[in-house]
């Protein structure tokens, strides 16, 4: 989490002005290693849970629970208790704003784009960003999807046929990187790599 706190303060500061001293020596940020160490620690666990519970029901249940009381409680605090603190716009207008509820519903609900909250961050330098962690948790959510459906695809299977399932997985998440590396600047390049962590660590796990 201080890693992806870190590499955020460049974007934040400097609206990409500075970049992250990690991508000249890594090729990457420091912050897309943390998640891709997310990741992998989320396949082991989610994958871990599944073959726990035997259930799609209660796996589903279970990272409903996760993931969204959690981003929703973020969402009302970021917007009645930080807000009110930074606004540019006068109290009134901002608690009377219809923003303020689109705000907490796009949030909580991980709708495409970032919502804005009125007069808040507005003169950063990337303006009015106040959540930019949270676009990795959309993938999260994919890669649970996957999994719920490989659960329910090799359901009362031996164990040895989920380990070659996901290692015939992981070979062609390998062979796609080693093709061609993803572009993470895109939705497409995301999804390649981040799922290539996530079905990493399913892989481990099993």
Known sequence: ASAVLFTHTFTLASGLAVPDPFIALT????GDHAVNVFFVLSGILTAASLDRTRSLTRFIAARVLRIFPAVAIAAVLIAV????????????????????????????LFAP????????????????LTNAPLWTI?????????????????ARTPRTVW??????????CFVTMAIAAPDMQTIAGRFR???????LG????F
Request: proline share 8%.
């Open 193 to 199: 790599h981040l799922i290539y962590a996530y079905v």
């Open 27 to 30: 090729g990457y940020k420091l």
């Open 163 to 172: 380990i070659g399932v996901a290692t015939v997985t992981l070979a062609i």
């Open 81 to 108: 208790v930080l807000g009110p603190l930074v606004t540019q716009v006068p109290l009134t207008a901002y608690a009377t704003s219809l923003d303020i509820p689109v705000y907490i519903a796009r949030t909580a």
């Open 202 to 205: 399913v892989a481990v796990y």
């Open 113 to 128: 784009g970032h919502p804005l909250l009125p007069g808040v961050f507005t003169e950063n330098p990337v303006p009015g």
């Open 138 to 154: 959309k993938y999260e959510l994919i890669a649970y999807t996957l999994l719920a459906l490989a659960g329910a695809l090799l």
